[in-house]
């Protein structure tokens, strides 16, 4: 005795429909995806600077001494590199912006690839005072302004302001001037 059992499956027509759906949804998801990705490494590469402010800011603080931070490519030394090249903060005993003997070096970020860092006011290095306050040259000059950029353009950018009592505010840029800075980098 044969039975028959009607075959159960899809049909090629439905197979292909049923597949051009799933690729214009992927296809669609994809960018948000890129998007979501490279705001979160943005927020990491960000979250690894404003905390070694805070460290640098603390350590000052506690030992009731001058810390620098400044950009430096072979974690060791304020070596000219650009701010996402990496950078280090130590203790400098003779205030000359430079790790000599003497200094500490209380921690080391190697570089991050996903963002830019601009500073005209911090180019090669910022100070925090022991009563944790930040300085630039001199005394007088006590706020100032890293510029955060990455590949999705100058929209995106964040600055980190650092104001004289020395804590970082993050904020999203939305004014010509970041455009043009990011633009340029």
């Not at 304020?78 to 003779?94: L, P």
């Not at 790790?99 to 180019?123: H, Q």
């Not at 955060?148 to 650092?162: H, K, N, V, Y």
Request: charged share 20%.
């Amino acid at each position: 005795m044969t039975h028959n059992r009607a075959q159960r499956g899809f049909t090629l027509a439905e197979m292909m429909a049923t597949l051009a759906i799933a690729a214009v949804t992927v296809s669609m998801a994809v960018p948000s995806m890129k998007n979501l990705v490279a705001h979160d490494q943005r927020a990491a590469d960000t979250n690894a600077l404003v905390s070694s402010l805070h460290a640098a800011r603390s350590a000052a603080i506690t030992r009731n001494v001058q810390v620098t931070v400044c950009p430096s490519s072979d974690a060791g030394h304020c070596n000219g590199a650009r701010w996402q090249e990496g950078w280090i903060y130590f203790i400098d005993t003779d205030h000359d912006r430079q790790v000599d003997a003497n200094d500490e070096v209380l921690g080391a970020v190697g570089g991050i690839a996903d963002i830019t860092i601009l500073s005209r006011d911090f180019e090669r290095f910022l100070v925090f005072r022991p009563n944790g306050q930040v300085m630039v040259n001199t005394v007088a000059e006590n706020s100032g302004e890293l510029l955060l950029c990455d590949s999705r353009g100058p929209e995106f950018s964040q600055s980190l302001i650092l104001h004289v009592g020395g804590k970082p505010q993050l904020i999203y840029n939305k004014a010509p001037k970041a455009y043009s800075a990011c633009s340029s980098a």
